[in-house]
């Protein structure tokens, strides 16, 4: 069966419609589905080339590997690069719900996303965290993990877009459980590891250094990493998250857990940004996407990276096969 994977194009001011509209669909074992505004993608092409010839998607054909084609949305109104415009908002959201939808229903058997604009979307009045809170949502999933990859790490969180000063009330036993059973199950599921070595990172600085600065690692991330290891699962942890990205352990791990966004992320993004992925786990959909922004600075311009989206549609079609 050739697989058809769903790309949604993302904020139509940034990097996300010319690095979609530019794809070579040659390079990937299985059929491409843009799913965004056809005009904004003929207007982001490398000059010289046009999208006029790009086939709309016909869900009752059936798939071919190297195919690209478009399942148009329409934009509210015109975008133009490197300028956000609230008024797309609900067009982006549109491109995410065909999407999931498409998945849902099996039309597609896995979906990429290119990069929105949080803030723009939360500017049109509507509430959006990310497309991993949004998907959990759409798809009424109980526990998803958001895990970026770069080739010799992974990295998982156990929350996600949550303001700093709130993550030390969202570490609770019962999330930290959850996540690490969903990260766990994952692992093995999708990674074929079947015995995932998962570090803990520590929340404070040291771990806590032994209660004497924060009470968290000792009083609620042991006991849950004991509990779970009782059961054998192979955890390690809490470990000071600044030691912990160091060659000697990252060798004996499959994936690092942090406890919150930027204590991980940017140690992945400075080992591998521009060939890193983002993986949603724990959802009834495979979701995959790049490890970057919109970076609205240099939209329209064609300097951006295309290497993230490749790994990403690489990635999915991985899962999904
Ligand atoms: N998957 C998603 O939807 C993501 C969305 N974002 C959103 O993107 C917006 C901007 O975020 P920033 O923190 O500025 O991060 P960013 O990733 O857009 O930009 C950071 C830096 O990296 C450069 N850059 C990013 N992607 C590149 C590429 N493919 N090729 C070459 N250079 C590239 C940018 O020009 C900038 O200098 C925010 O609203 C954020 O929430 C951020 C990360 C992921
Ligand atoms: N830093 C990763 C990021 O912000 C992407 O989040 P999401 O939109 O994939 O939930």
């Given at each position: 069966?050739?697989?058809?994977?769903?790309?949604t194009?993302?904020?139509?001011?940034?990097?996300?419609?010319?690095?979609?509209?530019?794809?070579?669909?040659?390079?990937?074992?299985?059929?491409?589905v843009l799913i965004?505004?056809?005009?904004?993608?003929g207007?982001?092409?490398?000059?010289g080339?046009?999208?006029?010839?790009?086939?709309?998607?016909?869900?009752?054909?059936?798939?071919?590997?190297?195919?690209?084609c478009?399942?148009p949305?329409?934009?509210?109104?015109?975008?133009?690069a490197?300028?956000l415009?609230?008024?797309?908002?609900?067009?982006?959201l549109?491109?995410l719900?065909?999407?999931?939808?498409?998945?849902?229903?099996k039309?597609?058997?896995?979906?990429v996303t290119?990069?929105?604009?949080?803030?723009?979307?939360?500017?049109a009045?509507?509430?959006f965290?990310?497309?991993?809170?949004?998907l959990?949502?759409?798809?009424?999933?109980?526990?998803?993990?958001?895990?970026?990859?770069?080739?010799?790490?992974?990295?998982?969180?156990?929350?996600?877009h949550?303001p700093?000063?709130?993550?030390?009330?969202?570490?609770?036993?019962?999330n930290?459980?959850?996540?690490l059973?969903c990260?766990?199950?994952?692992?093995?599921?999708?990674?074929?590891?079947k015995?995932?070595?998962?570090?803990?990172?520590?929340?404070n600085?040291?771990a806590g250094e032994?209660?004497?600065?924060?009470?968290?690692?000792?009083?609620?991330i042991?006991?849950?990493?004991e509990?779970l290891s009782?059961?054998?699962?192979s955890l390690?942890?809490?470990?000071p998250?600044?030691?912990l990205?160091t060659?000697?352990?990252?060798?004996?791990?499959?994936?690092?857990?942090?406890?919150?966004h930027d204590q991980?992320?940017?140690?992945l993004?400075?080992?591998?940004?521009?060939?890193?992925?983002?993986?949603?786990?724990?959802l009834?959909?495979i979701?995959?996407?790049?490890?970057?922004?919109?970076?609205l600075?240099?939209?329209g311009?064609?300097?951006a990276?295309?290497?993230?989206?490749v790994?990403?549609?690489?990635?999915?079609?991985?899962m999904a096969?």
């Amino acid at each position: 069966m050739t697989l058809r994977i769903a790309i949604t194009t993302g904020e139509p001011a940034g990097i996300g419609p010319e690095l979609c509209a530019t794809l070579d669909a040659s390079l990937f074992d299985a059929e491409l589905v843009l799913i965004g505004d056809p005009e904004l993608l003929g207007n982001r092409t490398v000059a010289g080339k046009t999208l006029t010839d790009l086939p709309l998607f016909n869900p009752a054909s059936s798939a071919q590997k190297g195919r690209l084609c478009i399942a148009p949305v329409n934009l509210n109104t015109p975008s133009h690069a490197g300028t956000l415009n609230p008024d797309n908002a609900g067009y982006v959201l549109q491109t995410l719900d065909t999407a999931i939808e498409g998945c849902l229903d099996k039309t597609f058997q896995a979906m990429v996303t290119a990069p929105v604009h949080k803030a723009v979307i939360n500017d049109a009045g509507i509430p959006f965290t990310g497309h991993t809170e949004y998907l959990a949502e759409k798809t009424a999933s109980t526990q998803v993990v958001m895990m970026l990859a770069t080739p010799g790490l992974r990295v998982a969180l156990a929350t996600t877009h949550l303001p700093l000063s709130e993550v030390p009330a969202a570490i609770t036993a019962d999330n930290l459980e959850a996540v690490l059973r969903c990260l766990y199950r994952d692992l093995q599921l999708h990674f074929h590891i079947k015995s995932p070595r998962v570090l803990v990172a520590g929340l404070n600085p040291h771990a806590g250094e032994g209660g004497h600065l924060g009470y968290e690692d000792d009083t609620i991330i042991r006991p849950v990493i004991e509990q779970l290891s009782a059961e054998g699962m192979s955890l390690t942890g809490p470990l000071p998250a600044d030691t912990l990205f160091t060659p000697p352990w990252l060798a004996k791990t499959d994936a690092v857990l942090c406890m919150y966004h930027d204590q991980g992320l940017p140690v992945l993004k400075h080992m591998g940004f521009g060939q890193a992925i983002n993986i949603t786990l724990g959802l009834p959909v495979i979701r995959t996407s790049v490890d970057h922004g919109t970076a609205l600075e240099i939209a329209g311009t064609h300097r951006a990276d295309p290497g993230s989206l490749v790994a990403a549609i690489h990635c999915a079609i991985e899962m999904a096969g």
